[in-house]
């Protein structure tokens, strides 16, 4: 073996053997890393060892291939019509202050402007969340060692941490223009000024709030995409049938 991939095998098998996950999928992968440190350093292999036919790079490959699935798998289920608001679990509600007035408005026959504005904060998520895609690419690339290391030997989330982590303000930043454009073009904001004009009337009270709707469409939307994508990275680690490339098969298994 080459230095250069003794090396790697040595650097990866001792992050991998860090770790005390017992999942399926990880714990697979976990098992041939340490395998392959047995191979790289001639120490004798346990009866019930584990294929030892991936190289130290293909298995790092295998996480971070993991990862960009399961990233472009939560963005892409979103980003599809109703991608939140056909979800009870992603659906951005109404601002606390006007649900507390739905009934009011709903009797008072405005049922209908109150579902025009949820239903347009939504769309303007469901547009905005392709910003995600790249952003999520580029941590996975800057991902390092010690990154490695925390995701392997944490929970069924313990990616979607790091991502919540390293990514939450750059995604801020990127959706909240996008969801004040799609917005001003789907007529969130003229919906929610006609909503708080109509509840003000019942309401007096309401006119001391002053939300800012962009940041609490783009807060919420941000919510979403990470319960998303921390039900995907649970699919990838349990389940085979979310492993959908060939080194996903490879390194996690069939």
Known sequence: MQIHSLTSALTLCSLLAFST????GLGDLLNQGAELLKETTSAPASSNSAPTNLSAD??????KDALEVGTQRAVDTLAATDGYYGSKDVKIPLPAYLET????LVGAGFGSQVEAFELSMNRAAED???????????AVQAMTIDDARRIYSGGNDAATEYFRDHTYSELKERFR???ETAMASSGVTAAYQGLMDMA???VSLLSSFNLDLPDYVTEQALDGLFLRL???EALIRNEPVARTTDLLKEVFGN
């Open 21 to 24: 996950t017992s999942q399926a």
């Open 58 to 63: 293909t298995l790092a490959s295998g996480l």
């Open 101 to 104: 007035t739905r009934s009011m």
């Open 128 to 138: 905005a969340v392709t910003e995600a895609a790249p952003i999520f690419v580029d």
């Open 177 to 179: 223009p996008r969801i």
């Open 200 to 202: 003000e009337s019942q």
């Open 230 to 232: 921390a039900e995907e």
